[in-house]
């Protein structure tokens, strides 16, 4: 049998026991009330995300599978996670063995992690939309794409915590950590916690901003080429080669991919001469050449809100993910540094359960920031006034 041996880890449980137990008994039911509420509010808004998919086949969708994989990861969370951590957390003491605190460790390590990685992915996903539309609606069809992908996500999460939580104390040759506490054995090693916080938070952090800022300048780059040459009427002395702020074969430069998305599909076959996206002047009678380039400028002006509203969207959920995950990973490597000796044990509580909020939050900003989720889940809440809902049309 290992030996347990007293470290400064300890102290730090021990210190947020003593620090709660000063409560009174109304804010301890009011503490034990709001995290119920919070297990509760994540685990319907996560399984509403669930339903949406299982009901409505509009959101079967190549990016969407990535948000379907992130609910996942959310609900159990909220099902697994947070109803075993409630009880330790306000009595200070873990009643259900050794066994079920390393399941509960690796869960909540493993789940915690595919969140992040799901988010990356998702931000991942939307970068190529945005500025890779031709490849990336070339890919449509395939389905395996993205389930390796999302398998990916899965592994790469396991890989990261739980073989040190499963065999650390085995390596070591002792645990740290007493009979009735449950944390992981690396909980106060410094290098450890470096290494996994860059690759858990700060890497994902750096390549989801650095896909933001591609999508953002994308987008500004093509409103500002736009601006100048967006619906010019062309001259009728010279043949115009540019349609909607796009540059046509024979320009000084040729269209990016994302740009070139939405004329491959309705590029005629032959250049024509003198196209624009006005409307005909009282000179120029109304042929399938202007009729084609007013259609083809309403399509390239659908294709960039759409790339605006993708970008807002994603901006959001990132800048929730920045908020709720900083103020932790900050926290544990400071104190891991300083032997949980600097940090307050119910500061880095507070930032603890800042993590599993996110997970709350996240099918609210489903429905804020898309309208085929808005749309599916007031389908499912509000059944009687979509009668769609009932003939099988979902």
Same mark, same amino acid.
Request: aromatic letters at 14%; hydrophobic letters at 45%; a positive charge.
């Given at each position: 049998?290992?030996?347990?041996?007293?470290?400064?880890?300890?102290?730090?449980?021990?210190?947020?026991?003593?620090?709660?137990?000063?409560?009174?008994?109304?804010?301890?039911?009011?503490?034990?009330?709001?995290?119920?509420?919070?297990?509760?509010?994540?685990?319907?808004?996560?399984?509403?995300?669930?339903? #949406?998919?299982?009901?409505?086949?509009?959101?079967?969708?190549?990016?969407?599978?990535?948000?379907?994989?992130?609910?996942?990861?959310?609900?159990?969370?909220?099902?697994?996670?947070?109803?075993?951590?409630?009880?330790?957390?306000?009595?200070?003491?873990?009643?259900?063995?050794?066994?079920?605190?390393?399941?509960?460790?690796?869960?909540?390590?493993?789940?915690?992690?595919?969140?992040?990685?799901?988010?990356?992915?998702?931000? +991942?996903?939307?970068?190529?939309?945005?500025?890779?539309?031709?490849? +990336?609606?070339?890919?449509?069809?395939?389905?395996?794409?993205?389930?390796?992908?999302?398998? #990916?996500?899965?592994?790469?999460?396991?890989?990261?915590?739980?073989?040190?939580?499963?065999?650390?104390?085995?390596?070591?040759?002792?645990?740290?950590?007493?009979?009735?506490?449950?944390?992981?054995?690396?909980?106060?090693?410094?290098?450890?916690?470096?290494?996994?916080?860059?690759?858990?938070?700060?890497?994902?952090?750096?390549?989801?901003?650095?896909?933001?800022?591609?999508?953002?300048?994308?987008?500004?780059?093509?409103?500002?080429?736009?601006?100048?040459?967006?619906?010019?009427?062309?001259?009728?002395?010279?043949?115009?080669?540019?349609? &909607?702020?796009?540059?046509?074969?024979?320009?000084?430069?040729?269209?990016?991919?994302?740009?070139?998305?939405?004329?491959?599909?309705?590029?005629?076959?032959?250049? @024509?001469?003198?196209?624009?996206?006005?409307?005909?002047?009282?000179?120029?009678?109304?042929?399938?050449?202007?009729?084609?380039?007013? @259609?083809? &400028?309403?399509?390239?002006? @659908?294709?960039?809100?759409?790339?605006?509203?993708?970008?807002?969207?994603?901006?959001?959920?990132?800048?929730?993910?920045?908020?709720?995950?900083?103020? +932790?990973?900050?926290?544990?490597?400071?104190?891991?540094?300083?032997?949980?000796? &600097?940090?307050?044990?119910?500061?880095?509580?507070?930032?603890?359960?800042?993590?599993?909020?996110?997970?709350?939050?996240?099918?609210?900003?489903? @429905?804020?920031?898309?309208?085929?989720?808005?749309?599916?889940?007031?389908?499912?809440? &509000?059944?009687?006034?979509?009668?769609?809902?009932?003939?099988?049309?979902?």
């Amino acid at each position: 049998m290992f030996q347990y041996s007293a470290q400064p880890v300890n102290r730090l449980v021990s210190t947020f026991w003593i620090t709660f137990s000063k409560f009174s008994l109304g804010v301890l039911v009011l503490l034990a009330f709001l995290m119920v509420l919070l297990c509760v509010v994540t685990i319907l808004g996560n399984t509403l995300v669930i339903l #949406a998919f299982v009901m409505d086949r509009n959101l079967r969708h190549r990016s969407n599978y990535f948000f379907l994989n992130l609910a996942v990861s959310d609900f159990a969370v909220g099902v697994f996670c947070m109803p075993l951590y409630i009880p330790y957390s306000l009595t200070g003491k873990w009643h259900l063995g050794r066994g079920i605190c390393k399941l509960w460790l690796v869960m909540d390590y493993l789940l915690c992690t595919a969140s992040v990685f799901n988010i990356v992915l998702i931000s +991942y996903d939307r970068f190529l939309s945005v500025t890779k539309a031709v490849s +990336y609606r070339a890919q449509q069809g395939i389905t395996s794409n993205p389930a390796i992908k999302m398998v #990916a996500i899965w592994v790469l999460a396991f890989l990261l915590y739980c073989p040190a939580i499963l065999f650390w104390e085995h390596v070591a040759g002792h645990s740290v950590v007493a009979a009735d506490q449950c944390y992981a054995e690396f909980f106060d090693n410094w290098y450890f916690l470096l290494c996994a916080s860059t690759l858990e938070f700060f890497v994902p952090l750096l390549l989801v901003t650095y896909f933001n800022v591609h999508i953002f300048h994308n987008i500004q780059r093509r409103q500002r080429r736009g601006s100048v040459q967006d619906c010019e009427p062309a001259r009728s002395s010279s043949p115009s080669w540019r349609f &909607c702020g796009l540059p046509w074969p024979g320009a000084s430069s040729p269209p990016s991919e994302a740009e070139d998305s939405v004329s491959s599909s309705t590029r005629p076959k032959k250049d @024509s001469l003198g196209t624009n996206c006005s409307s005909p002047s009282r000179d120029n009678s109304v042929t399938p050449e202007n009729d084609y380039s007013i @259609s083809f &400028c309403a399509k390239t002006r @659908s294709k960039l809100q759409q790339d605006k509203k993708i970008a807002k969207s994603l901006a959001i959920i990132v800048c929730v993910f920045t908020i709720c995950w900083a103020p +932790y990973s900050l926290l544990m490597i400071i104190r891991g540094a300083c032997q949980g000796t &600097c940090v307050h044990s119910f500061l880095y509580e507070a930032t603890f359960w800042l993590l599993w909020i996110n997970s709350s939050l996240n099918p609210f900003l489903y @429905s804020l920031c898309h309208v085929k989720f808005r749309m599916a889940f007031l389908k499912i809440l &509000c059944h009687k006034k979509f009668p769609t809902l009932r003939s099988g049309s979902f």
